[in-house]
């Protein structure tokens, strides 16, 4: 426990430590938070879910913050449903089996630019005869527009933005620009409070409807959303515990393992020694990536499957030479001819002796380690492995350069995830480096 | 020593020197060079087996296969007018036949563990054979044309880039040792945790800032589109794509190397010779040539060579982010369509390579460091 508080006191006259630990910490805390925020099955459904989950955000738009830049006010998303708030809903009688519904939607709109899109969501509850709706629109200096009508099947999406016939009526704009354009300056928009009037026939006594308005905004969320309208915050939250968990999982396999296999080679020699040593040369021929993308291709894309494969490909990598080298020193040591003299067994000197020695080069390799597989994961999901439920960074970025994010300029799909990745790997890299140095004297003078 | 050469690759087998005759010498050196070349062989050809046996997954991968197969032709013959006429027997029949004649050509009439040895025995002479799936630009199923039409691009970025990174990195060192503890030499130590990112994903940062923000640098690829038929301009356009992805494979390792190669020459420049060296009044050219250079050679060497041989596989995911018409990317196609003879290809030569260059150093060790003595059965 000293020596657990001391190394402490050591790291903490680096700079770059502190940063570091900081960076790992927050890190650990955005991870957990992500585990509890949003829990396993939840973020699988949030990410996986089909259009029902993310059918209201608009398509590939930046995060809200955007607009706290100055100069820069873009709408948000609009959501008004008539099923929520029932007071936008009035209902009179006409005649016997003919009533009216009249949905009156009020949008305060004070955004520069458009929307994205316009879209009116009916449901409809009818036994035989469908309901019809007519849509006007009003405008904040009192121009009427109507917007078309339709004759409902129980659920039905009006799509303003592709009604042709509008465009043509708003003199060739597309409705969502059409609709919310200056008269005088069709290129700006003009603020104030558009009315949406919704006025449906129900031609049987117990049928019904409500409608929902969607004014799909051109910022969404803290993290924006992407070509299928996904939340992308779900996403760079639930990268968190992956990356970590990946690389964390993934270094304390290999180097542990190794270590201990080296430990085990060197303290047995003859042919355990002599195979351990041949295992390695072998493995160090075979191809990583493209094994890890032929496991990928045929087998599984499982995240852990994955891991597995990096291991077991792991321990018997470079590592152990030098691993080997060190053992082989410490092994003609005299407390360790002490330890047997006194009677103790192969697996105590290992264990006790033997790999505790060891520890001042293990642990920085062991936590430089960790941004290496934390951008392997990356790495492949970029070729497209990434793992097929999980959300992942890696996979954020495949997503991105698929949908030529770069060239169309959506920079905030691709610099979110990888500014995350970044700073994981930024983090654990500046611990792994002080640590090198204050385990490593040598290393610490010059 | 070892702990001196930790940040870099360890040397060979090092011990002192024993006088000894001229013909014991040859003799031992002659042994010494046919029991490691037998080791090399043997490792070799376990390597490339079991990358045969991965690439075809122990024989599932021609399940897939003969599914496929079967599938093109039922759906060929149902195609055809002419066959549909005949009667459903010798259709079926006829449809036999034409699977038969396909899984001959693939070779899965014959049981998987024979034709993995035969595979092994065509792959360890070099006779690469056909591929699968993919061919060459020209149009060729050569594996060795497939892979000779990829090297040339794969090389020109690669051996540019780690070239380039390997002597900025040893001058980088060499200087920043001169001057340790200066603001640049500061610098470089807090930059050397960025080399925690791979090359691609500097990539796509210098896509972003230089393609998509600055419009200053092409997106991806070798050339430029339709390719530029005079030869100067083609050079030209071949080197402004070159100049992206090279600065990401810089980008992605200097620092990192910079500082190794600072604190290697660090440590040697602290020995006691190099104290002994000073104090007789040398020049510090000579004193850097002589004293601090020179112990270091072997690792610069293996430094080197392993840089040389990692050219051959090229980056697949760098590759893949630029758009680069190289080995790494066939690779990657080949995998996904399991064209089991590219793979096997592409891990044979690099075995060799890296076999041949682990023979090789440790004569370049027994050359440039006098205290090496030839250590029979010595690690890879």
């Given at each position: 426990m000293t020596a657990v508080r001391r190394l402490f006191g050591t790291l903490l006259q680096f700079p770059s430590a502190i940063a570091g630990l900081a960076i790992v910490l927050g890190m650990v805390l955005f991870a957990l938070f992500a585990v509890i925020a949003i829990p396993y099955d939840e973020a699988v459904r949030l990410w996986?879910?089909?259009?029902?989950?993310?059918?209201?955000n608009p398509r590939t738009v930046p995060p809200a913050w955007v607009n706290w830049l100055p100069g820069i006010n873009r709408p948000t998303t609009i959501r008004i449903d008539s099923a929520v708030e029932p007071g936008l809903k009035t209902r009179q009688s006409l005649d016997d089996d003919l009533d009216e519904v009249v949905i009156d939607f009020a949008i305060d709109y004070r955004f520069d630019g458009f929307p994205q899109e316009v879209t009116l969501f009916f449901t409809a509850a009818f036994a035989e005869s469908r309901p019809n709706v007519t849509m006007t629109w009003t405008t904040p200096d009192g121009r009427e527009v109507r917007l078309g009508n339709l004759t409902l099947r129980p659920s039905e999406a009006f799509r303003v933005s592709q009604e042709s016939r509008l465009e043509r009526r708003l003199n060739g704009l597309p409705p969502e620009v059409g609709l919310f354009a200056?008269?005088?300056?069709?290129s700006r928009s003009l603020k104030g409070e558009y009315r949406l009037r919704v006025e449906g026939l129900l031609f049987e006594e117990a049928a019904d409807l409500d409608a929902r308005l969607v004014v799909y905004g051109r910022v969404h969320g803290w993290a924006g959303t992407d070509h299928r309208r996904r939340d992308l915050g779900v996403a760079l939250l639930w990268g968190a515990p992956i990356a970590l968990a990946f690389g964390l999982l993934a270094a304390v396999g290999t180097i542990v393992t190794t270590m201990f296999i080296a430990a085990m080679g060197v303290w047995y020699g003859g042919w355990i020694d002599a195979a351990i040593q041949r295992i390695t040369e072998v493995n160090i021929i075979l191809p990583f990536l493209p094994i890890l993308i032929m496991v990928g291709t045929f087998y599984s894309r499982s995240i852990w499957v994955l891991l597995v494969v990096v291991v077991l490909l792991g321990i018997f990598s470079a590592g152990i030479k030098t691993y080997r080298a060190i053992f082989l020193q410490i092994k003609q040591a005299p407390y360790i001819e002490a330890a047997r003299a006194y009677g103790a067994g192969n697996m105590r000197i290992i264990v006790r002796y033997m790999i505790p020695r060891i520890i001042p080069v293990l642990v920085p390799a062991f936590v430089s380690a960790v941004p290496t597989y934390v951008f392997l994961e990356a790495s492949l999901a970029v070729l497209g492995l990434g793992d097929p439920v999980l959300p992942t960074w890696g996979k954020v970025i495949n997503d991105a350069q698929a949908n030529g994010a770069l060239f169309r300029g959506h920079y905030f799909w691709v610099l979110q995830p990888a500014g995350l990745l970044l700073v994981t790997g930024f983090g654990f890299a500046l611990v792994g480096f002080a640590l090198d140095r204050v385990f490593n004297p040598r290393l610490r003078d010059v | 020593m070892a702990d001196a050469s930790a940040p870099l690759a360890g040397t060979g087998g090092v011990a002192p020197r024993r006088p000894r005759g001229a013909s014991g010498s040859l003799a031992r050196v002659t042994r010494f060079t046919l029991v490691r070349l037998l080791a090399l062989f043997l490792t070799v050809v376990v390597g490339v087996y079991l990358t045969i046996m991965i690439a075809n997954m122990g024989g599932y991968v021609d399940e897939l296969r003969r599914s496929t197969i079967r599938e093109n032709v039922s759906l060929a013959v149902g195609m055809d007018p002419e066959l549909r006429r005949l009667p459903p027997a010798e259709r079926l029949e006829f449809m036999e036949s034409l699977i038969a004649i396909q899984e001959e050509r693939l070779g899965l009439n014959r049981p998987f563990l024979l034709r993995s040895f035969a595979y092994l025995g065509s792959a360890l002479t070099l006779d690469l054979g056909r591929s699968e799936f993919l061919s060459s630009?020209?149009?060729?199923?050569e594996v060795r044309l497939i892979i000779l039409e990829r090297l040339g691009p794969t090389l020109l970025l690669f051996a540019t880039g780690q070239l380039l990174l390997f002597f900025i990195a040893l001058l980088g060192g060499l200087v920043l040792s001169r001057r340790y503890g200066g603001w640049l030499d500061r610098l470089v130590i807090a930059l050397a945790?960025?080399?925690?990112?791979?090359s691609w994903f500097y990539g796509i940062f210098l896509i972003l800032i230089f393609s998509a923000v600055l419009g200053v640098m092409p997106f991806g690829g070798m050339v430029a589109s339709p390719p530029p038929p005079d030869p100067i301009d083609y050079a030209l356009s071949l080197l402004k794509h070159l100049v992206l992805p090279v600065t990401a494979i810089v980008i992605s390792a200097v620092f990192l190397s910079i500082y190794s190669y600072r604190t290697f020459f660090l440590i040697f420049a602290s020995e006691d010779y190099v104290e002994m060296a000073k104090a007789k009044g040398l020049t510090s050219q000579a004193i850097e040539r002589r004293y601090v250079l020179r112990p270091t050679l072997p690792n610069i060497v293996t430094q080197f060579a392993f840089l040389i041989i990692t050219?051959?596989?090229?980056a697949i995911i760098t590759e893949t982010v630029f758009n680069w018409p190289g080995l790494g990317r066939t690779l990657f196609g080949a995998i996904t369509v399991t064209d089991v003879p590219i793979i096997v290809a592409t891990t044979v030569i690099y075995a060799y390579l890296l076999a041949v260059t682990v023979f090789l150093l440790d004569f370049v060790y027994a050359i440039v460091d006098p205290r090496v003595k030839l250590d029979v059965g010595g690690a890879l």
């Open positions: 996986r879910g089909g259009e029902d989950v993310w059918s209201d200056d008269p005088d300056d069709p | 630009d020209s149009g060729s199923r945790p960025t080399s925690a990112a791979p050219l051959w596989s090229g």
